[in-house]
Structure formats: C-alpha cells, structure tokens
C-alpha cells in the first residue's frame, strides 16, 4: 500500500514508522532540519512497546514528487490544515483515503 505522512512529528512519525516496519510504501513529508536527519539517519522510534528504526526512510518537502497515494494519514496542526490541503491536492486522487489525525488547540 503507498502511503503518505504529512506531519512528521510524533503523531505521524510513529504511526507511519509502524506501517513502514509493516512492510508498506510510506513516504514521510517533512521540512527542514527534520527532513535532513531522516534522510540521513532514517527515523528513530522509542517507545514503551519497542525502540526501532527505519532506515532508509522515504521523506520529501515537495509532496507532489510521490505521486498519487492510496492513503494519507494528514498529521499537521490544525492551523497548517488549509496550506497542508493545498500541498497535498497533487497526490489525491478519486481513490485515495485521507485520514486525519491532527493535533492542537481545536482540532
């Protein structure tokens, strides 16, 4: 299944590790300092049910360069919703499954 984390934080980080450790097609979308350590060291999870590592890990700013996902798991803040939506528009397809699990204030 190909997947897409948009927000790769704790919420979408370790759901989407747990896919990729599944053996699912997960891409992370991330930026800046964050984008560059997982492409470089993979993505690192710790948790009281296992430490793990997915390494190489997919990751990418530019959502567009995946093509069309299966689904998306939409993990940004509430407030990054509209500019998420819009970044994402390329990758949707008729097809594809968006589920948010989004976090903050009135989300």
């Known amino acids: 299944m190909k997947i897409v984390i948009f927000g790769t934080g704790g919420v979408g ?8 450790r599944q053996g699912h097609s997960v891409t992370f979308v991330a930026r800046g300092a964050h984008l560059q350590a997982i492409r470089q ?4 999870i710790k948790s009281v049910h296992g430490d793990f590592l997915i390494f190489p890990a997919q990751a990418t700013d530019s959502p567009a360069e995946i093509g069309a996902a299966e689904v998306i798991l939409f ?4 407030y990054d919703t509209e500019s998420g939506a819009r970044a994402l528009a390329p990758i949707i397809s008729p097809q594809t499954t968006v589920i948010s699990l989004q976090n903050g204030v009135d989300a």
């Open 13 to 20: 980080g370790y759901y989407g590790a747990l896919l990729a």
């Open 41 to 44: 060291r993979g993505l690192q």
């Open 75 to 78: 993990c940004a803040k509430a």
